[in-house]
């Protein structure tokens, strides 16, 4: 993997090299590829059986069927079934712990089955990966109860990486997320007519077999209205019908619409937040609206009190010419039963305000400290959002590198459609912060947010973080501000430390990530705290980011050559000795973040710029010809590496720009010969990014970093870090010549 210039990818002629002489070009090329590529998308709104199986922190769905069935036999199975979406085909990472004879099929082949010593250690993880193909795949599970147990724990292999939900395929649920299952049967073996199931349970569905839950409502419970069926009979209590007229004509033309149905107890309708209706009394009545309605789209808002034992309203479009409708406020894959939302219960007295209805973004306060949200007119169903794009509306720290990319090129490019979209990217996510650590409390995983909503290491909320500060600068973000405040508590209270204050790993997603120090994490911080610091006005917060380069120093410096090891290991008392490109690239970026906004008075200032400095030198020799660093600093026969190459160019130019490093022509001529490698090498006519080393964990052979972690194509750990280079070279080159016209001065 030593050559991966365009060519890898293209012929020449459809290739071309830049001579670099304008950065603005290329991250413009750069920013326009990505945004064309990644376009913005809502979370996919999808109905949930709360009695279903449950997916824990660990993001893997739990099956206990023992307790599920207590009267299942020994011997007798039960089969889960499922199909997860893959975008395109490859390897997907999967996990199980077993408790009791189990087996996987995806797509009809076995993809694991357990062993006799797996099935008795129930609390240990197994890891395994299988081939997916495009599109939907098929999932199915066979568990076995023996004396000890039956059922397991299944999921994602990577869960910050690649959490995954299921979908169920069938059964009058088609669309929710979730599993479908049978009722224990009898197993005879792999003879069994049953196990047909594993290998195409569309088709294979033995007599009397069926899958559950059951979908539909009994006739009794059809026999009473919608809030009866949801909420019981209630003496007081309050709750929401939500849905949305839609008039298919001119919005300044005005004309009549009729809604018609039934209510009982205290019922006010409202369409358009303006009151059309209102009733009292328990006895059921037929009502009639005309309304008058410009065209367009309408929220239409039934708030109904239990009196008397009863509340009901149900309102139904009445159009002879077909050009008005009710609809639900959003689609809701999986739950189709009528046009209507609903929320409740609430106590009488403690409802939310008007205002604060007819939104998808916030939990709102149920009885005592409960919290309530909308839900399907369904057994026990309602709905949650769920992220289901690769990049869009997702939290995670390569992502939060790339939105901070496109703000800074944003900025210097003059393009407000770029910071809109990084902006909106990032306020769909805050925005629904709230929301999603609810989702978190009531259903285990989060169908959004997975990382802010359980955040459990820096990983998870600084470099996004700091992008989400970055982008307030230029205007309020709904749930920012609280998410923010949220992140530095985590930072400051609850991230592990070492005694002398160093961040540092006692945990890990994997075990042998466990009790060590990454060099990484003065990214996963120090930008975040630098700019919390400015937020809040709290010199403390900058401190500590200070502080944690002088520890990091200790640990990891390689004093000989001037650079830093990837990773300190504590269970070994040792550094690694490997000087991981990225990893140092992070560590002179994330010190240039914190001496463009640290005060000149400050007291760790001369210290970090003389560190700043001697890594510089210590960079420097490294550089190839071609102007890139390489994957493994001080092995050149190891890739040469886009994203440690554009943050060595964006703090070295920029503290020459700054004046923390003297404008020699030797660190003048390193910058510059970056970007042309840049520019040249890692860069298409397209705007593709080449040369950015994977997602990586970490080991004291070098030969794992040279040989088992490739680089990627447009992989996020490297796109907005080259933008940034991009944005810091066009400064530098204006500095620089101010500064031949006009002598020594700074931007």
């Known amino acids: 993997m030593n050559e991966w210039t365009a060519e890898t990818y293209s012929s020449p002629a459809e290739s071309f090299v830049r001579d670099g002489n304008d950065p603005r070009e290329t991250m413009q090329l750069v920013a326009e590829r990505y945004i064309a590529d990644q376009p913005e998308a809502p979370f996919v709104y999808r109905g949930y059986w709360k009695g279903g199986f449950r997916r824990g922190s660990d993001f893997r769905y739990t099956f206990d069927l023992a307790s599920r069935f207590p009267q299942m036999r020994e011997g007798q199975a039960v089969y889960v079934w499922a199909q997860l979406w893959s975008g395109e085909a490859g390897m997907r990472p999967f996990s199980i712990s077993c408790f009791g004879p189990a087996v996987l099929y995806i797509n009809g082949e076995e993809a694991f089955k357990s ?16 081939g997916l193909r495009q599109g939907w795949n098929q999932l199915v599970l066979r568990f076995i109860k023996t004396g000890i147990g039956c059922g397991g724990l299944f999921g994602t292999g990577s869960i910050k990486g690649m959490p995954f939900h299921v979908i169920i395929p069938a059964g009058g649920r088609e669309g929710q997320e979730g599993w479908l299952f049978t009722e224990p049967v009898d197993y005879n073996g792999t003879d069994s007519p049953t196990d047909a199931l594993l290998l195409n349970p569309a088709v294979a569905q033995p007599s009397p077999l069926k899958w559950l839950p059951e979908a539909a409502w009994t006739e009794e419970e059809l026999a009473v209205g919608s809030f ?31 809604l018609q149905g039934y209510v009982a107890g205290q019922v006010r309708v409202f369409v358009g937040g303006l009151p059309v209706y209102q009733s009292a009394g328990p006895e059921r009545r037929m009502v009639m609206l005309e309304l008058p309605v410009r065209g367009g789209t309408h929220d239409v808002l039934i708030h109904a009190v239990c009196a008397g034992g009863n509340w009901e309203a149900e309102l139904a479009a009445l159009q002879a010419s077909g050009d008005y409708q009710l609809v639900k406020p959003v689609e809701v894959r999986g739950a189709d039963a009528g046009p209507w939302l609903f929320l409740g ?13 007819c939104r998808l973004d916030i939990p709102y306060e149920g009885e005592g400290s409960a919290l309530v949200y909308w839900q399907a007119d369904q057994p026990d169903t309602v709905i949650r959002p769920y992220v289901e794009t690769t990049h869009y509306g997702r939290w995670n720290y390569p992502l939060g590198v ?23 990217h990032i ?10 650590c609810r989702d978190r409390e009531l259903y285990g995983a989060p169908g959004i947010n997975h990382q802010l909503a359980a955040i459990d290491s820096l990983d998870d909320c600084g470099s996004f973080g700091a992008a989400m500060l970055a982008a307030m600068e230029n205007g309020e973000l709904p749930g920012a501000r609280a998410a923010a405040d949220r992140i530095a508590g985590y930072i400051s209270r609850r991230q592990d430390r070492l005694p002398d204050g160093a961040l540092y790993r006692v945990r890990g997603s994997t075990d042998f990530m466990q009790h060590t120090m990454w060099c990484d994490d003065l ?28 520890l990091y120093r200790r640990y990891l410096f390689l004093p000989e050559q001037k650079i830093m090891s990837h990773v300190y290991d504590f269970k070994f008392g040792r550094a690694t000795g490997v000087p991981w490109g990225r990893g140092n690239g992070w560590v002179l970026f994330s010190l240039a973040e914190l001496l463009a906004a640290m005060p000149v008075e400050h007291q760790d200032r001369g210290w970090l710029e003389g560190f700043f400095r001697e890594l510089c030198e210590g960079y420097l020799p490294l550089q190839d010809e071609e102007g890139m660093w390489h994957q493994v600093l001080d092995d050149p026969a190891s890739y040469a590496e886009t994203s440690c190459t554009s943050m060595f160019v964006y703090a070295i130019a920029k503290g020459m720009r700054l004046g923390w490093l003297a404008a020699e022509d030797r660190y003048r001529m390193a910058v510059q010969r970056g970007w042309q490698g840049i520019a040249g090498k890692a860069v298409d006519d397209e705007g593709n990014v080449y040369g950015v080393c994977r997602g990586s964990g970490y080991s004291f052979s070098p030969l794992y970093y040279k040989e088992d972690l490739p680089w990627l194509l447009n992989d996020t750990h490297g796109i907005g870090i080259l933008m940034l280079a991009g944005v810091e070279m066009a400064r530098f080159n204006r500095w620089h010549s101010l500064r031949e016209r006009e002598g020594a001065t700074h931007e």
């Open 115 to 130: 062993n006799i010593e797996q099935e008795v250690f129930p609390d240990r993880r197994y890891w395994f990966r299988h």
């Open 345 to 357: 219960p609430c106590a009488a007295g403690a409802e939310p305000e008007l205002e604060a209805l």
């Open 427 to 436: 306020g769909a996510c805050t925005q629904m912060d709230r929301y999603a």
């Open 523 to 550: 990214y996963m911080s120090v930008p975040f705290l630098t700019r919390y610091a400015g937020l809040t006005g709290d010199p403390s917060y900058l401190d500590d980011a200070a502080k944690q380069f002088r």
């Open 402 to 424: 790339t939105l901070y990319g496109l703000l800074a090129a944003a900025e210097e490019l003059g393009r407000t459609d770029f910071s809109a979209y990084a902006r909106r």
């Open 228 to 258: 009866v069926r949801l909420f019981g009979r209630q003496e007081g209590r309050s709750a929401y019908g939500w849905s949305r007229l839609v008039a298919d004509w001119d919005a300044a033309e005005e004309r009549q619409v009729r």
